[in-house]
Structures are given as C-alpha cells and as structure tokens.
C-alpha cells in the first residue's frame, strides 16, 4: 500500500470549477477518483492507469470532469467544470490494481485518501 494526500476541494457556486489533486508516497497502478454525498455510498467517479493510456469515467460526469496523471510523483488529477449541486461530496484518492470490470469500483482499490471536500452551492 501506499500513502495517499488528496488537495483542493472548496466550496464553489454552480457552474463553477475545481482541480483535485492527489499524490502518492509510491509507485501506483491505477489511480482513481471516488465521491461519497451524505447518506449515500461511496461512487466511482474516474480511473486512469499510469500514462492515462486507459481513463473511465462514471456517465455522470463525463464530458464535465478529466482525470489525467504526471510522474515521477504519481500524482494524479481531478479537473472538475460545470459543477453541479448534485457533485457535491467528500471526494477521496484510491490506487491499486483492479481488474477489468472493478476499475471505478471501490474493492478494486487498496489504497485510499482521508478526502477532500467538494460543496457546490445552487
């Protein structure tokens, strides 16, 4: 496992833009973004493997939202545009090796962020 730090939540109103970024301590192979809303479980948001040969994204938020990553720190990245209310959530950092069909799932993942909060107001 490695140790992981998510930045760059805020609040923002509608419409507005956010950019998450998460470090790792370690070499990763997948990186990825989930979001957990109160009351809600914890949702897959985008993943993307090293050199962001591969990226997925939940349908919520595509064509909204970009995952893209930079080494050597494997850092990865979470552009967010056109928020919505509906986006506001604790977002957290995960990275493993998922296998095909668990990449924007949550036991795909071993390492995760403590968060980082994302409020949209309307």
């Known amino acids: 496992q490695v140790r992981l730090m998510e930045s760059g939540g805020g609040s923002v109103p509608t419409g507005g833009s956010l950019k998450l970024s998460c470090t790792s301590s370690?070499?990763?192979?997948?990186m990825a973004w989930f979001r957990q809303a109160p009351g809600k479980e914890r949702e897959g948001v985008a993943a993307?493997?090293?050199?962001?040969?591969?990226?997925l994204y939940a349908d919520s938020v595509k064509g909204r939202f970009t995952i893209s990553r930079a080494g050597p720190k494997n850092t990865v990245y979470l552009q967010m545009n056109n928020l919505k209310p509906e986006d506001t959530a604790m977002y957290y950092c995960?990275?493993?090796?998922?296998?095909?069909?668990?990449?924007?799932?949550?036991?795909?993942?071993?390492?995760w962020g403590q968060g980082t909060q994302v409020t949209v107001s309307s």
């Open positions: 370690g070499y990763t192979n997948y």
């Open positions: 995960a990275a493993g090796s998922p296998g095909d069909n668990w990449k924007l799932r949550e036991l795909g993942y071993t390492s």
């Open positions: 993307a493997s090293p050199g962001d040969l591969v990226t």
